[in-house]
Every structure is written in structure tokens, then in C-alpha cells.
């Protein structure tokens, strides 16, 4: 039986080396994904594409352009992109991650402290001089949301409406026959939209995060007045899909946490919408997301 040849023996030692460098370093994927659900797809995808850049060069990735942004155009188009790997990260509200993860199976794990702030309230409100003193003075009106994607703008307003005793419908619905106990609801595409309605009396009342609020000039808060303030919830959270290598997610984990201890992190996030820092989920917020879970699926129409 003869030996190796000097020209067989390379390419045999270059597979031995490819091999144990595998199974020390996992192959990563042609590329690091995140995700998010918008109807302002460029505008995302100009946000999100630096973080998905510096996520993807501290992981392994040698180039820039390893690092992706998909944005999805609602909950169930993230969802099948998640269960087909097309999505590693999914950065969005809690809500609307309750169902995506339900239908994907990812999981929620760190809070994204965006515009600076941690968590933040819905708000419902109307013009000062309106009757409505309570939600349940909302019967037989129409309120304004922003998206059926928002939790601040839709989500969270619509249980705190359900769990008074409401019934939503839409505002088409309740112009043509009014049942006891209902009330209307459109949605305005955005914020500044709902505002607008409520000031010039095209709806009753609007739904909006407080910080959004307070973000429009003084005479325009000086003509509206809250009855009624939400729980706090997450501004945004992280979520990583099922099968993601445990490698992998913790990678992203550690450097996601670990942006604002660098010059170049801290940049980052400040030009990703104000974001100060990436922090892991309290386990209180964990427990307040499970027991709300059941209202907001019905909501999604998600089993």
C-alpha cells in the first residue's frame, strides 16, 4: 500500500484544518438579519442598518454589508420571515412581538431604551372642551388609533376600552346601526394625524404614547385633556428567532448590551432614534406581558 503523495498530503492537512475550525467557530449564515414591522420601509431600513453592521462585525462577520434589514409590512409577513430564518433579530413593540413570537415561536429577551426612556404609557385623550369625563363616556363615539401594529397607539388603548365594559368596532360599523355599549375606531397612519382629528373634531377622542404628547408644541397640549393613562410596558424589545446557533444569541446578547460602553456603540445608538442602552427584560415585565398576552392575541385575531 503506497503512501501519500507531498501534492495529496496539502489538500488532506487543508481539510483537517477547515474542519477543526468549524467545529471550534460555527458557519455563520450568508448574513446577520434584523427585523422590524413599518410602513415607512426606508426609513427603517436607513435606521436599523448600522446596528445590524456593527452587530454583524462583532460576531464575525468581516464585511459591513453582512448585516441586513428586512422590514416586514405587518405582524403574520415577520412571522413567516422568522419561522423561514430570514429574520435573526426582531426589534419592535412588545405587543405586536407577542404576536409575532406566537405565530414564530422567537422569544422576547432584552428592552431597547429608545427616545431615552425604558418604558412608557398610552394615552386617551380628548379636546378640552369635550364632555367625555371617562372611557365609558366613549360609548356611541369614535376614537382614533395610529396602527393596528402600534402598542401604543392601538394595542394597549383597545384593552383598557375592552376591559371597560366596550365594544370596539369599526367606525364604519357603528355609523350604520349603534349598538349599546359601542364605540368607533379608525385608524389615523399617524400620530400627528390623531391629534389633528381630535383638535378639529373629526374624532372624539385619540390614542397616543405620552412622550408623543409631549413632544407637540404647548398650544396644541393646551387644548387636550387625558381621561385616562395605560400601565407602562417596554418601549421596544428584542427578540432572537427559534434555532438561532446558542452561540450566536449570546454574541448578540453581550454586544448588544455591552453598545453603550464603547465611542462607537454610543454613536450608534444615538442615531438609532435616541437610543440610550439594550438591557435585559425584568422579570416583572415578563409576568405583566403573559398576563396580557390573552387580550392581545384576540385582538390580532391569533389563536
Known amino acids: 500500500m503506497h503512501g ?22 460555527p458557519v455563520l449564515a450568508a448574513s446577520l438579519t434584523i427585523g422590524t ?43 413567516e420571515m422568522i419561522r423561514l430564518g430570514e429574520v435573526d433579530i426582531y426589534i419592535d413593540s412588545p405587543l405586536s412581538s407577542l404576536g409575532v413570537n406566537r405565530l414564530s415561536g422567537a422569544e422576547m429577551v432584552l428592552r431597547r431604551w429608545k427616545h431615552d426612556i425604558p418604558e ?18 366613549l360609548e356611541g363615539e369614535i376614537i382614533g388609533f395610529k396602527d393596528p401594529n402600534s402598542t401604543s397607539g392601538y394595542l394597549l388603548p383597545r384593552i383598557a376600552l375592552s376591559e371597560s365594559g366596550l365594544d370596539m368596532v369599526p367606525a364604519s360599523r357603528l ?31 385619540g390614542a397616543i404614547a405620552w412622550d408623543e404628547l409631549l413632544s407637540r408644541p404647548p398650544s396644541e397640549q393646551e387644548r387636550l385633556r387625558v381621561i385616562h393613562q395605560t400601565p407602562s410596558l417596554p418601549r421596544h424589545v428584542v427578540n432572537f ?41 425584568p422579570e416583572e ?14 385582538i390580532l385575531g391569533i389563536p
Open 175 to 205: 355609523k350604520a346601526q349603534t349598538q349599546p355599549g359601542q364605540v368607533g375606531y379608525q385608524f389615523t397612519n399617524a400620530n400627528e394625524n390623531t391629534i389633528v382629528w381630535v383638535l378639529f373634531g373629526k374624532i372624539a377622542a
Open 4 to 25: 501519500l503523495s507531498s501534492r495529496q498530503v496539502l489538500p488532506v492537512l487543508g481539510i483537517l484544518v477547515w474542519l477543526m475550525t468549524t467545529l471550534t467557530h
Open 37 to 79: 414591522i413599518s410602513n415607512t420601509p426606508v426609513k427603517e431600513i436607513r435606521q436599523y442598518t448600522p446596528v445590524a453592521q456593527y452587530l454583524a462585525t462583532r460576531i464575525g462577520y468581516p464585511r459591513l454589508d453582512e448585516g441586513r434589514v428586512i422590514v416586514a409590512r405587518d405582524i403574520r409577513h415577520m412571522a
Open 285 to 298: 415585565t415578563l409576568h405583566q406581558l403573559e398576563q396580557i398576552r390573552p387580550a392581545v392575541l384576540s
Open 241 to 281: 428567532r427559534p434555532g438561532l446557533a446558542s452561540e450566536t444569541r449570546d454574541a448578540l446578547i453581550d454586544a448588544l448590551i455591552g453598545m453603550d460602553q464603547t465611542p462607537t456603540g454610543k454613536s450608534l445608538l444615538k442615531a438609532f432614534e435616541n437610543t440610550t442602552r439594550f438591557d435585559p427584560l
Open 120 to 137: 412608557y404609557e398610552s394615552l386617551i385623550f380628548v379636546r378640552n372642551e369635550s364632555k367625555i369625563q371617562s372611557l365609558t363616556d
